[in-house]
Structure formats: structure tokens, C-alpha cells
């Protein structure tokens, strides 16, 4: 059977990471389905923007929880990284639809990221 | 690989949850069930973490398991950080497929 | 279904967001567990983890 697993990412620095975690099932004939909660994506680089499309072709997809952002964020997610856009709704339907839930890595930081992080 | 009905798979992506890793370990091993855990991102520091020594000692090589590459991306030497991993646990995220195949139960740190 | 929910940080417990994904899993009739790994301290509360993974169908480890 072909498995099918979520993956809930809510802190910035696991994006990237969570993205290739879920490209690496999806080369594995899983069905992989990342959902980003609060953030924005990374700047854009070419080895995420490969690996998005990859995780597309392999028929699943990487969603911005948009009512979980704010507008500027929502507007980076949906436009330059043209994430599809996913409602808790959504998240709920697709919990109870994969056989696995990962929620990746740590929860957001309440701390907004200094400088220094950059 | 068949799935295994005593098994329980622990996807370790977070690098503070050691203590609980190792208790939940305890606690599945007394109750007679296995573990299989795969440790990717930030969590391969945990490689230097004294309890990992003790979990990598209390599971069979092949069901326990770094991701490699995370662990050189996060600027470790696989040949000489590895702390004792074989090079049969040092492995890429295809593990984790493997590990989703083969336990009955899944669990996420 | 049963599903288990697992809270690693207690900031998961009180995140509204999964509050609202917790409130309509179970407005969906589905049985919701709760189990807060942050509190947890004795042997007897990870063999009850156990306990609680090998009974549910489904388990979602919070962040």
C-alpha cells in the first residue's frame, strides 16, 4: 500500500529541513503533504525551489495555513513561493486522511528572530 | 519488510526531547515491544548527548539511525563525529520510509 | 477513530490553533486522548504512553 503522511511545520527553522524530510518519503512512493503554520518561507534558493516542485511531481504538496499568518507573510507565501493555500479545515481533513502526522521540530518561537540570525 | 505488530517508530526531529526519548524507550522495552528511531535536522545533535550512548547500546544497529546528510549540514565530520554510529546508521531520509513500513506504531519527537 | 494527541511543550496545550484542529477532530466524532509529554516524570506515565499508542489508531505528537 502507499502510504500517506502530513507534515505540520510551525517554527521557521525547520522549514527547509521538514521540505526535504517530506521530499525523501515522497521519492519513497509515499504520498507527502507539508503544511507551514505562522511563517515565512525562506528566502528564495534554488535547491527549495527544486525540491517543491519535485515534492509536486511526486503528487503531493507544501500548503501556507494562510489564517494561521499575517498579510505580509501570507502575501510572500502565496506570491513568490506560490505555496497552495490550506484552511485549519483543510489540515484537520488531511490529519484524518494520511495514515501518519509529523509535526516537525519546535514550536514557533515567540521571540520575533534577531538580526543576527540572518 | 513486513510490519512488525511489536514495534514502535520514533521520528526524532527535535533536539531537546532526550530524556523523554530515553523513557519512552524504557518504557516500550518493558512492556516488550521494539523500537526503530531515525534522528534527522537538528536532533543529529544529539549524537553528543551522553543518553545517546546509552539508547544506541540498548537498540540493534539496524534499528537505530542518523540522518547523514542533516548531520554534515549542520557542519559534523560523519568519519570522525559519529561517536561510535556504524556506517550502517548513518543513512539518508530513506530510513524513515523504511521505518514507516515496518512498525506498527509511530511516534514524533 | 481514537486519536492520540501528544503535547511535547506545554505552549502546544495552549496554542489556539491546534485547539481549533483538536475541537473539530472531535466535532468530526472522532475519540480525542490527551496526553502531556511535558508533565510527564514517573515510569508510570510513559508506560501509560505506551499504554495509549498501542490503543489509539492514530497518534499526533505536537510540537
Known sequence: MSYKVCFLIANRIYISDGMRSALGLAVENIYSYTYIFYQKMPAKNEYLDENLAWIRDMEGEVYAVTETMDEETKKYNLEEWELAEATLDDVVDRILECDLVVGYGLPAQKVQAPPQCA | MSKDPDKLGIFVTSPVHIGELVKIVEAALRKGKKVKIFFTYKATHLVFHPDFQKLRKMIPEEDFAICVAAFACEGYEPEYHNMGLTEKQMRTQAYHGELIEEVEKYLVL | ?63
Not at chain 3, 21 to 45: P, R, Y
Open chain 3, 1 to 63: 477513530m481514537k486519536i492520540l494527541c501528544v503535547y511535547r511543550h506545554k505552549d502546544s496545550v495552549e496554542n489556539k490553533d491546534i485547539q481549533k484542529i483538536v475541537t473539530k477532530l472531535k466535532e468530526k466524532g472522532h475519540e480525542i486522548i490527551e496526553f502531556n509529554l511535558f508533565e510527564a516524570k514517573d515510569d508510570s506515565d510513559y508506560d501509560k504512553l505506551i499504554d495509549l499508542i498501542w490503543e489509539a489508531d492514530k497518534t499526533i505528537s505536537w510540537w
